[in-house]
């Protein structure tokens, strides 16, 4: 009884020694954490690096900070309606719209952009490289049944390679078609060890260390302009959100500061991501060209050789 | 295996950098972690006990459920949690999603039944064995509970030891719950999982030594002191 006392009152004794430290922690952690945001965004910007590269500089204009939580595009879209974000930025056009629409968000801006490619096997057995059209490299893929490494995960990517499918009018099953389900990078690895063909975007595949005999094989159309935007979510449907600071992230986004921010960006010399900055609700905002998407997409092609 | 040598290499330099991100992502798991077995022990001892001492209808049920929770998948136990502390769920308003706190809790709930369950057994031989001593002492159960645990602490070390390695190890709660957020929620296994999707196996791999290490000092150190207490009790 004794020995059980004495365990007892070590125990207490370590609570109460535990107890006013981690107050004291949290408290210093609630000084901080006031100002932050918690932006729900995709894989492929955060693999890149991007979010590295962009934040500290807002972070130091504004003294706000971003906690990222990079999901798939369509995960993005449940953390909003759930209001357990303050701002997205994501890559689906549509499934924003359907967003705003619904009245979970109330304000799109069309940041930057970059473009998807197709990586495949270096011997390209379903002979891609001579496809004039993204189109017609899919049909080359789907007529030659060369494995093709799906994400099957409704993310924006997922999306995008579902939407040049049903516009070459195929619909892909078969032993050759895998959908994975899962992330970009686990795809790209899956594919890499199955000598598959896979659809991802440039920046996830420029900061791919695992490629084995892949190599990128069709990339230039301009159906597979990938342009990632970001949005706010509703004042009124999530009153509780941090609407000022998001908004503030928003513009900065938008601002001048920031849209170099992203062209600064680089892997391996390369530009990742080109700079868009368009405003659906107010064009009077927009700094630049309405014609800029295919300006950077000309761009694409001039610093990728 | 060009990745395995290159990982031995990324886990030296790893460990002998000091790279002051590994410190943070290294002190966040362990802290995590420890806390989770922290809770899980705190409730899962009694609770074992109890459900070893005392008899009560649908004893057999809840002994059963602990048992089957045992294997209770991580990313369930996530996904749980997710929607409690969501803001859409019950407790959103206490705006726990996304910090280490809702990773201890998501943790807590993949220990405790182990805990729980394991302990459970322990006491349950030694109360047989004990029982009739106890009864003529005139010791009630509630006395007993403490003193057989306590008898059974060095077989209770192993189980909380099983209960860290089930929080260290698993990833696809603390994924979900944590959202992976650099320098905030980040730990050992999403670190690893992060690099494994952008491709960088030696550096994944690397890491994933580190955290192997790490338990096994955790485990080191447990068997130490209790080595020490054992040979202290003759």
Not at chain 1, 246 to 273: K, M, T
Not at chain 2, 145 to 172: N, Q
């Amino acid at each position: 009884m004794f020995r059980y006392r004495r365990m007892v009152s070590t125990l207490l004794l370590a609570c109460f020694l535990a107890a006013p430290q981690a107050a004291a922690r949290e408290q210093h952690k609630e000084r901080h954490a006031a100002r932050y945001i918690v932006l729900a965004s995709t894989t492929s910007t955060e693999n890149s690096g991007l979010f590295r590269a962009i934040i500290p500089p807002f972070t130091e204009a504004t003294g706000i900070s971003v906690r990222v939580v990079a999901v798939g595009t369509g995960q993005a879209f449940a953390i909003a309606r759930r209001g357990d974000a303050d701002a997205l930025l994501v890559h689906d056009p549509a499934g924003e719209a359907q967003l705003i629409t619904e009245g979970h968000a109330s304000q799109r801006a069309e940041i930057m952009v970059n473009d998807f490619v197709i990586i495949g096997p270096a011997e390209d057995p379903a002979r891609i490289t001579a496809a004039e059209t993204a189109i017609e490299a899919f049909a080359a893929i789907a007529a030659a049944e060369s494995p093709f490494a799906s994400r099957g995960d409704d993310s924006g990517t997922h999306r995008a390679e579902r939407q040049l499918w049903r516009a070459a009018g195929i619909a892909p099953q078969g032993r050759w078609y895998r959908a994975l389900g899962s992330g970009m990078g686990p795809t790209l690895n899956t594919a890499a060890a199955m000598d598959a063909y896979v659809f991802t975007d440039r920046a996830s595949w420029a900061a791919f260390d695992n490629r084995q005999d892949l190599a990128l094989l069709f990339e230039g159309d301009e159906v597979l302009l990938n342009q990632y935007a970001s949005l706010l979510l509703s004042t009124e449907r999530h009153p509780h959100l941090k609407h000022e600071l998001a908004s503030e992230w928003h513009r900065w986004l938008l601002s001048e500061e920031g849209q170099q921010a992203i062209a600064e960006f680089q892997v391996d010399g390369q530009p990742l991501f080109f700079p868009s900055a368009r405003s659906d609700s107010d064009d009077a905002l927009t700094p630049t060209d309405p014609n800029l998407s295919a300006i950077s997409l000309h761009l694409i092609r001039k610093f990728t050789p | 295996m060009p990745d395995t040598d290159n990982a031995f290499q990324a886990a030296l330099s790893l460990i002998l950098g000091l790279d002051p991100t590994l410190l943070g992502i290294v002190t966040l798991s362990l802290q995590v972690s420890l806390a989770a077995v922290l809770v899980g022990a705190l409730i899962g001892l009694p609770l074992g006990a109890a459900l070893a001492l005392w008899q009560f209808p649908g004893r057999g049920l809840v002994v059963t459920l602990l048992n089957a929770f045992m294997g209770l998948p991580p990313v369930v136990a996530g996904l749980l949690v997710y929607l409690m502390l969501s803001r859409a769920g019950p407790l959103g308003g206490l705006g726990l999603l996304f910090t280490p706190t809702a990773m201890v809790i998501a943790q807590s709930l993949l220990v405790l039944p182990i805990i729980a369950a394991l302990t459970r057994d322990h006491v349950l031989t030694l109360w047989d064995e004990y029982r009739e001593q106890l009864h003529s002492f005139g010791v009630t159960r509630l006395r007993a509970m403490p003193s057989l645990l306590w008898d059974a602490r060095f077989a209770l070390m192993t189980v909380i030891l099983a209960g860290f390695g089930r929080a260290s190890a698993e990833v696809g709660a603390v994924l979900i719950v944590g959202g992976n957020i650099d320098g905030v929620t980040r730990v050992m296994t999403t670190a690893i999982a992060l690099e494994t999707s952008k491709g960088n196996l030696a550096l994944a791999l690397g890491l994933g030594l580190v955290l192997l290490g790490l338990v096994a000092l955790v485990n080191g150190t447990a068997y130490l002191v209790g080595e020490r207490a054992r040979r202290k009790l003759g």
